[in-house]
């Protein structure tokens, strides 16, 4: 989780955290752009990886 989690920061996340209980871990970025770029580097690495908009 730790790995994973400073990936995301160096892949320009703005927030990383882990979920409390369960072994998942979210981004949140400020721009869609960045967030897709993020999104497209982790597909290779991670098993699941889901991309979603806040309304």
Same mark, same amino acid.
């Given at each position: 989780m730790r790995q994973l989690k400073k990936r995301m920061e160096k892949l320009g996340a703005d927030v990383v955290q882990m979920s409390g209980t369960g072994p998942t871990v979210f981004a #949140?970025?400020?721009?869609?752009?960045r967030a897709r770029r993020l999104h497209n580097s982790l597909c290779g690495f991670?098993?699941?990886?889901? #991309?979603?908009m806040l309304l």
């Open positions: #949140l970025c400020h721009n869609e752009s991670c098993r699941e990886v889901y #991309l979603a």
